[in-house]
Each structure stands twice: as C-alpha cells, then as structure tokens.
C-alpha cells in the first residue's frame, strides 16, 4: 500500500519567492495534519483538518503560511513570501477517523525547505 | 490539556547495552500512548503503540515499553542496542475522538561502539 506522498522532498527558493509543498495522504484516511520540524523548535503542528475541514489552524505561524484541502486525496501547504526562517521539513501525516479512531498517524518522508 | 515530557533530550549509550528512555504524560481523560522512531533525513515511524489491555507492549527492532497508570508513565526499553538504532525517539498521547496526537520534544539515541 502507497503510504503519505509528499512532494517536492527538496525545495531551495530565495527569500519573498511563493513555495507550495503537497501532499497525498494514504486512501481512507480522512485526518491530515502538516507538521514543521527545526532543530531550535522541534516539531510543530501547523495545521490538521478532518474530512476536508480545517480543525485547528493555530500552530500557523503567520498570514504568509496557508494550507488547503480540496478534497480527500490533496492538501497543499503555501508559504508566499517565504523568508530564511521558513527553513525546516515540512511533514504531512495522515490517519483514519470513526470508530476505533486512536490518534495513530501515519508520516510522509518530509519536504526539506531552504529558504536563501 | 494533555502533555508528554521527555526529560532525557540526548542519550548516549554502548552498543550491546541496554537502554530506557523515559516518557511521562499528564491527561484528565484515558489515553492512547505511543513511541514513534525518526531516523536521519526519514519522517516518522511508528515504534509502538499502547491501546488497551496488557501493559507491556512489543514494537519492531526490539524494543518494548512498559505502560504505568499510576506513575503516568511509557518507559521505552531495549535490552541490547545496535548502531542501526541511533535516531531520535518521540513519545506522543492521544485521547482519540478525532483529537490530535501530543508529541514530546524527542529523544536523541546515539549508539556507540
């Protein structure tokens, strides 16, 4: 079975340039949650929706960063205008909700953002 | 509000040694518990997990952890590691119904010769 896919795995863009990083979360699974992960900060919850729905946005750092979700199998994280501190890998995750739901997520591989 | 508190941010340890690394939680609510193991340059994957039922629970590669109510605590433990297990090591809770999974602030294992 395809797990989480996310692409691209490697972005280098210089500062104010727009970035989109994407996500395919696993068939069936309906939670999908992007996560930031620094070495000064750890890993952060940016943003998690529920079948299509965002849910908690307050890990979003600010009103450069947007996600969207059109529908089951696509979420997008933009950042425009991206700034040297956006560096990070961005993680997407996914789970299934309804009964017997647990809070076991499952990742992708990450997309590693520089931002020069 | 729930957290996870790992106290240990870096462990190091002798190959062939054991290991524990300590989780503690806080939760009003029962809880789902699990350890999650990242690799260099991977994401997340999932070491073990504590549902229901009996309080020792066995993961991939060895490991086990030891679920204590009354201590609030998810131990991680391996009897003997290997180089292949450096990475670092998150404890996270879950108390279901569509709630978001808390991670703690990571583990770094490094196993040495």
């Known amino acids: 079975d395809a797990g989480v896919i996310q692409s691209p795995r490697h972005e280098v863009t210089e500062m104010g340039q727009e970035v989109t990083l994407r996500c395919k979360p696993i068939?069936?699974?309906?939670?999908l949650f992007w996560y930031r992960q620094t070495m000064m900060r750890g890993l952060e919850l940016l943003i998690y929706f529920n079948n299509n729905v965002p849910i908690d946005d307050s890990g979003m750092p600010e009103d450069r960063f947007s996600a969207k979700m059109p529908n089951a199998s696509f979420s997008t994280l933009k950042i425009q205008p991206s700034e040297p501190r956006d560096s990070a890998v961005y993680f997407c995750?996914?789970?299934?909700?309804?009964?017997?739901?647990?809070?076991?997520?499952?990742f992708g591989e990450g997309s590693r953002l520089t931002v020069l | 509000a729930q957290s996870v508190t790992q106290l240990d941010s870096q462990v190091p340890v002798f190959e062939e040694a054991p290991v524990e690394l300590r989780c503690n939680y806080s939760s009003s609510v029962s809880v789902y518990l699990f350890w999650y193991v990242q690799y260099p340059n991977q994401g997340l994957q999932l070491l073990l997990k504590?549902?229901?039922?009996?309080?020792l629970v066995k993961g991939i590669n060895g490991f086990e952890a030891e679920f204590n109510k009354s201590q609030t605590s998810f131990h991680l433990r391996k009897p003997s590691v290997h180089i292949s297990d450096t990475a670092e090591y998150f404890c996270?809770?879950?108390?279901?119904?569509?709630?978001?999974?808390?991670f703690g602030t990571g583990t770094q294992l490094k196993v040495e010769l």
């Open positions: 068939s069936g699974h309906n939670s």
């Open positions: 995750a996914s789970s299934p909700l309804g009964t017997g739901y647990t809070g076991e997520l499952f």
């Open positions: 996270a809770l879950s108390t279901g119904g569509g709630n978001k999974l808390t």
């Open positions: 504590y549902l229901s039922g009996s309080t």
